[in-house]
């Protein structure tokens, strides 16, 4: 459990985003003691920053000669993040310089670490910054992004600052013992399907494809090869995930989880799908009317399917009913082949606490009760081990 933080800034453009960083920390009970480069003042403010963290900053590296500021960070933090990291600072860090109170801090701390670049991309294209970077990772040092984007120059490539949720979030999961998913690909579907009723109607559900992104970005943050497939075209993706597909319809996902079959370890079927599409297909817009009925067919099932198909992957379903809702898991676990299904009740829909059962062919192998997404996650990639 992460209880404290120690947050390095330094001078670069996304400064700005370690203030929101600072606020969710804040609200997720979390304390955050802040440290900054001379140049980080150039984008951040002093009080800005200690409002924020309810903490005095530090900068001076001799403000205090009786106090050795730079040892602090042993004692007073659970992990040690630096955000925006700029090439100026990883280059430091890479080569053991410690001619501040960031980077001697940095050096002195003996916990966890993580450092999220920020910078031009042709800086961080640059060999001897990746160099630097790798030179961080091989060390044991946590790297997280940097993004594709537009740029503070207007350029638009690499080197944007991960958003501060995203950063969060890797907090916490560095608080979980690590798995061993490195290079394990894992297939994840998140979100509800929508099927057209004409040419601006559609038929979906409430699904909001929370736990199957909190899923994926905890896969990939502990090494896996994520790949997923979502409708959620505005949600937060770690750029850690390189295969994202965005789908609207049943159809489309069905296209999407089949081509990637072959070339997987895990599919965990986190998105709700259609149960039923319009028998046929309504081209324009039907004209309002005092009453409508509308022919629905079944729809086919992507998981059965897959559970037909597969060899040596492992299949995890996820059952969501109002009644009856162990025995309707079961049933669907026998049916459609699974390894594991997760059962919950329609109330969880769009929670960020919820409660869940996870059944194999034995019985009941686990219940969780109200925990976090991120638990619930850690706790579903334990099954694919």
Same mark, same amino acid.
Not at 114 to 132: H, K
Not at 204 to 225: C, V
Not at 258 to 276: E, G, H, P, Q, W
Not at 366 to 373: G, H, N, T
């Given at each position: 459990?992460i209880?404290?933080?120690?947050?390095?800034?330094?001078?670069g453009?996304?400064a700005?985003?370690?203030c929101? %960083?600072?606020?969710?920390?804040?609200k997720?009970?979390?304390?955050?003691?802040?440290?900054?480069?001379?140049n980080?003042?150039?984008? /951040?403010?002093?009080?800005?920053?200690?409002?924020?963290?309810?903490?005095? @900053?530090?900068?001076?590296?001799?403000?205090?000669?009786?106090?050795?500021?730079?040892?602090?960070?042993?004692?007073?933090?659970?992990?040690? /993040?630096?955000?925006?990291?700029?090439?100026?600072?990883?280059? *430091?860090?890479? @080569?053991?310089?410690? =001619?501040?109170?960031?980077?001697?801090?940095?050096?002195?701390y003996?916990?966890?670490? %993580?450092?999220?670049?920020?910078?031009?991309?042709?800086?961080?294209?640059?060999?001897?910054?990746?160099?630097?970077?790798?030179?961080?990772?091989?060390?044991?040092?946590?790297?997280?992004?940097?993004?594709?984007?537009?740029?503070?120059?207007?350029?638009?490539?690499?080197?944007?600052?991960?958003?501060?949720?995203?950063?969060?979030?890797?907090i916490?999961?560095?608080?979980?013992?690590?798995?061993? %998913?490195?290079?394990?690909?894992?297939?994840?579907?998140?979100?509800?399907?929508?099927?057209?009723?004409?040419?601006?109607?559609? !038929?979906?559900?409430?699904?909001s494809?929370?736990?199957?992104?909190?899923?994926?970005?905890?896969?990939?943050?502990?090494g896996?090869?994520?790949?997923?497939?979502?409708?959620c075209?505005?949600?937060?993706?770690?750029p850690?995930?390189?295969?994202? @597909?965005?789908? $609207?319809?049943?159809?489309?996902?069905?296209?999407?989880?089949?081509?990637?079959?072959?070339? !997987?370890? @895990?599919?965990?079927?986190?998105?709700?799908?259609?149960?039923?599409?319009?028998?046929?297909?309504?081209?324009?817009?039907?004209?309002?009317?005092?009453?409508?009925?509308? =022919?629905?067919?079944?729809?086919?099932?992507?998981?059965? *399917?897959?559970?037909?198909?597969?060899?040596?992957q492992?299949?995890?379903?996820?059952? %969501? $009913? =109002?009644?009856?809702?162990?025995?309707?898991?079961?049933? *669907?676990?026998?049916? *459609?082949?699974?390894?594991?299904?997760?059962?919950?009740?329609?109330?969880?829909?769009?929670?960020? !606490?919820?409660?869940?059962?996870?059944?194999d062919?034995?019985?009941?192998?686990?219940?969780? =009760?109200?925990?976090?997404l991120?638990?619930?996650?850690?706790q579903?990639?334990?099954?694919?081990?």
């Amino acid at each position: 459990m992460i209880k404290e933080v120690f947050l390095g800034i330094s001078g670069g453009i996304a400064a700005y985003k370690a203030c929101t %960083l600072i606020r969710l920390l804040k609200k997720a009970g979390i304390g955050v003691k802040v440290v900054l480069t001379k140049n980080a003042f150039e984008f /951040v403010t002093k009080i800005t920053i200690e409002t924020l963290s309810q903490e005095p @900053c530090c900068f001076e590296l001799f403000a205090n000669p009786n106090e050795m500021t730079h040892l602090k960070s042993r004692k007073l933090a659970d992990v040690f /993040v630096i955000a925006p990291a700029t090439a100026n600072v990883i280059a *430091k860090l890479a @080569c053991g310089l410690a =001619d501040d109170l960031l980077t001697s801090s940095f050096l002195a701390y003996e916990g966890p670490k %993580l450092v999220v670049p920020a910078m031009n991309s042709g800086m961080y294209n640059n060999p001897v910054t990746l160099e630097n970077i790798e030179k961080l990772r091989s060390r044991g040092i946590e790297i997280l992004g940097p993004d594709k984007g537009v740029l503070a120059c207007e350029d638009v490539g690499i080197g944007r600052m991960v958003e501060p949720e995203l950063i969060l979030q890797k907090i916490k999961v560095m608080s979980y013992p690590k798995l061993p %998913l490195q290079n394990k690909k894992i297939l994840i579907t998140a979100g509800g399907t929508r099927e057209k009723i004409d040419s601006v109607r559609v !038929i979906t559900n409430l699904s909001s494809g929370k736990l199957g992104h909190n899923l994926a970005h905890m896969a990939a943050l502990m090494g896996a090869k994520v790949s997923l497939v979502t409708t959620c075209k505005s949600a937060l993706i770690n750029p850690e995930i390189k295969d994202i @597909c965005y789908v $609207e319809s049943s159809e489309d996902m069905y296209k999407e989880v089949l081509a990637r079959m072959k070339n !997987i370890d @895990c599919l965990y079927m986190a998105a709700a799908v259609s149960d039923f599409v319009l028998k046929e297909e309504r081209l324009s817009k039907i004209k309002k009317q005092d009453e409508l009925v509308l =022919d629905f067919k079944k729809n086919r099932d992507i998981l059965a *399917k897959v559970g037909e198909l597969k060899k040596q992957q492992k299949l995890i379903g996820f059952c %969501l $009913e =109002d009644q009856n809702l162990e025995a309707a898991a079961k049933d *669907k676990l026998q049916r *459609k082949n699974l390894d594991y299904i997760v059962a919950n009740k329609s109330e969880v829909i769009g929670k960020d !606490i919820r409660s869940v059962q996870i059944y194999d062919k034995s019985g009941l192998v686990q219940a969780i =009760d109200k925990a976090d997404l991120l638990e619930i996650s850690y706790q579903l990639l334990k099954l694919m081990l």
